[in-house]
């Protein structure tokens, strides 16, 4: 290995480089972007048992808040639900941002890896042919050894250079998906708490229970 990397030349160095940061950042999306962590299941259906309980004080608001980005995104909305639908849609929005921007934290520079790894492998193999070109001018096509090495960092950087960009190119579009059909959960689960805290079933059994909501939300 230390042959090979000798062999490819100075290059190697940031190339490696680069397979550290991606292997770096992939095992830390994978550990982050789990989906229970992320959007825990039945998590609106307790928050809307404890709203028809009359449980949701201010500690339970600070822990579905801290709890999971879902949380944060109906902590936000239950926090202004009085203020009428369209703020209260603004409000989850603007929380919701804040969210995914954390969701896709490091994916851009993962997506840079991926770009510029080729591209140092390509600059390797230009550097390699041209210590071969200037070989051949100097000594002439005799010198099997001086040519042999030119070539080597050619290819060695190369195949380097793409052997991190492909996997690196394979898992920023995985994590991409995968923020995306999270968001999507989170639209969904934070659509549904508009409607049941804005809707007539609401309005028409529930309404004893709305100032304490508002009392928990102005704490």
């Given at each position: 290995?230390?042959?090979m990397?000798?062999a490819?030349?100075?290059?190697?160095?940031?190339?490696i480089?680069?397979?550290?940061?991606?292997?770096?950042?992939?095992?830390?999306?994978f550990?982050?972007?789990?989906?229970?962590q992320?959007?825990?299941?039945?998590?609106?259906?307790?928050?809307?048992?404890?709203?028809?309980?009359?449980e949701?004080?201010?500690?339970?608001l600070?822990?579905l808040?801290?709890?999971s980005?879902l949380?944060?995104?109906l902590?936000?909305?239950i926090?202004?639900?009085?203020?009428?639908?369209?703020?209260?849609?603004?409000?989850?929005?603007?929380?919701?941002?804040?969210v995914?921007?954390?969701?896709?934290?490091?994916?851009?520079?993962?997506?840079t890896?991926?770009?510029?790894s080729?591209?140092l492998?390509l600059?390797?193999?230009?550097?390699?042919?041209?210590k071969?070109?200037?070989?051949i001018?100097?000594?002439?096509?005799?010198?099997?050894?001086?040519?042999a090495?030119g070539?080597?960092?050619?290819?060695?950087t190369?195949?380097?250079?793409?052997?991190?960009a492909?996997?690196?190119?394979?898992?920023y579009?995985?994590?991409?998906?995968?923020?995306?059909?999270?968001?999507?959960?989170?639209?969904?689960e934070?659509l549904?708490l508009?409607?049941v805290?804005n809707?007539?079933?609401?309005?028409?059994?529930l309404?004893?229970?709305?100032?304490?909501?508002v009392?928990?939300?102005?704490?």
């Amino acid at each position: 290995m230390f042959e090979m990397v000798q062999a490819g030349g100075w290059l190697m160095f940031p190339i490696i480089l680069c397979s550290i940061i991606s292997a770096a950042i992939c095992i830390e999306r994978f550990w982050t972007l789990r989906t229970d962590q992320i959007v825990p299941r039945n998590l609106l259906a307790q928050v809307w048992n404890w709203i028809k309980s009359n449980e949701m004080d201010a500690r339970r608001l600070r822990e579905l808040r801290n709890g999971s980005p879902l949380g944060q995104i109906l902590a936000a909305g239950i926090y202004s639900h009085r203020r009428g639908r369209e703020l209260m849609k603004e409000n989850i929005e603007e929380v919701a941002g804040h969210v995914v921007h954390e969701l896709e934290r490091y994916l851009n520079t993962l997506g840079t890896v991926a770009a510029i790894s080729p591209l140092l492998g390509l600059l390797g193999t230009v550097i390699g042919m041209i210590k071969v070109f200037s070989a051949i001018r100097l000594e002439g096509t005799g010198n099997a050894a001086i040519l042999a090495g030119g070539i080597s960092e050619a290819l060695i950087t190369t195949a380097a250079g793409l052997t991190v960009a492909i996997p690196s190119l394979f898992f920023y579009r995985y994590f991409q998906r995968k923020v995306d059909e999270l968001v999507i959960n989170m639209e969904r689960e934070a659509l549904k708490l508009v409607e049941v805290l804005n809707g007539d079933k609401l309005d028409s059994g529930l309404n004893a229970k709305k100032p304490e909501i508002v009392q928990v939300a102005s704490r």
